[in-house]
């Protein structure tokens, strides 16, 4: 059974950091895809980062362009997603995301909150 275990979320100030980890397990993790979510209350989910098997290709999406680095490790099948400068409006619940086509497995998700 696979799962996805998130780690790292917490409290911090505007413009700290925090680094979200993943840790995934019962998968392959060769030719696995991975990537963060994150849904704000109230808010849609939204793309964050991904980060293709080959840890080559990463994307982004606009609001965290030039703030948050999404890097794996795969020898310990973990993700991760740096992030810098935090402003109150990335506080959300962060979600690691995995797949092999698409991103069909998701963890439980991790809180992070951004105090002004």
């Known amino acids: 059974q696979v799962q996805l275990v998130e780690s790292g979320g917490g409290l911090v100030q505007t413009g700290g950091s925090l680094k979200l980890a993943c840790a995934v397990s019962?998968?392959?993790?060769?030719?696995?895809?991975m990537g963060w979510f994150r849904q704000a209350p109230g808010m849609e989910r939204e793309f964050v980062a991904g980060?293709?098997?080959?840890?080559?290709?990463?994307n982004y999406g606009d609001s965290v362009k030039g703030r948050f680095t999404i890097t794996r490790d795969d020898a310990k099948k973990t993700v991760y997603l740096q992030m810098n400068n935090l402003k109150p409006e990335d506080t959300a619940v962060y979600y690691c995301v995995g797949g092999f086509e698409e991103f069909d497995d998701w963890g439980q998700g991790t809180q992070v909150t951004v105090s002004s």
């Open positions: 019962g998968r392959t993790f060769s030719r696995y895809s």
């Open positions: 980060i293709a098997w080959s840890g080559g290709v990463t």
